[in-house]
């Protein structure tokens, strides 16, 4: 015979497992109700994170690949521990655009992403299919994740899915000239107005 205490916690877990016997066999009902210490399943915490999808950083690859856009890269994928998803039109030639870079590349895990058409739409999809890409990253001109610039001043269009990081060369200095007549146009912008 069952001691009371015992008998109060079988009808408690039962209460609690309610809603699962009425969909259950009386098998399981019975295994649920009176489990066996040998068929007690493992602790959640002894199972491997490999389910959870990596994160990504996508990449746009055009005809070349500037060694500043790929050092960029490669330092965030390991810092944030994440895999390499790259766009590009011509899968054929992003091999041999890598080639320079595989020993930098070891541990980092690369995709490809083959895009028939050199669209906005094309990238966006992509972008929107692939929940786990953190931000995408543009170093040329003639990359695909370039067309999500929109607008003269190439501004980027509020409805990304994700970040854009563009990435590119040191910009040359300014001649002086151009930098006092900035000066010139701010100073005479701030300039109190008279309406004597």
């Not at 066999?25 to 990596?54: D, H, I, Q, V």
């Not at 899968?91 to 690369?110: D, F, K, N, Q, S």
């Not at 992509?126 to 695909?144: C, H, Y």
């Not at 409805?159 to 900035?182: D, L, N, Y």
Request: overall charge positive; glycine content about 6%.
């Amino acid at each position: 015979m069952k001691r009371l205490a015992d008998q109060i916690k079988q009808a408690l877990s039962a209460l609690a497992q309610a809603d699962a016997g009425e969909v259950s066999g009386r098998y399981r009902m019975e295994a649920a109700l009176n489990p066996s210490p040998l068929s007690s399943p493992a602790p959640a915490a002894a199972a491997p994170l490999t389910n959870s999808p990596r994160k990504l950083i996508a990449l746009g690859v055009g005809a070349t690949l500037p060694a500043p856009v790929m050092d960029y890269v490669i330092g965030v994928c390991r810092r944030m521990q994440a895999d390499l998803l790259l766009l590009t039109h011509d899968p054929m030639g992003l091999r041999a655009l890598l080639v320079e870079y595989l020993p930098a590349l070891e541990g980092i895990a690369c995709e490809t992403e083959a895009l028939g058409a050199a669209s906005r739409r094309a990238v966006l999809r992509v972008l929107q299919n692939r929940s786990s890409v953190l931000f995408a990253v543009s170093g040329t001109a003639d990359d695909p994740v370039r067309a999500l610039m929109r607008g003269r001043r190439g501004l980027f269009d509020s409805a990304t899915p994700v970040p854009v990081v563009v990435v590119g060369e040191p910009s040359q200095k300014r001649p002086q000239g151009a930098k006092s007549s900035m000066r010139e146009s701010a100073r005479k912008a701030a300039a109190p107005l008279s309406l004597t």
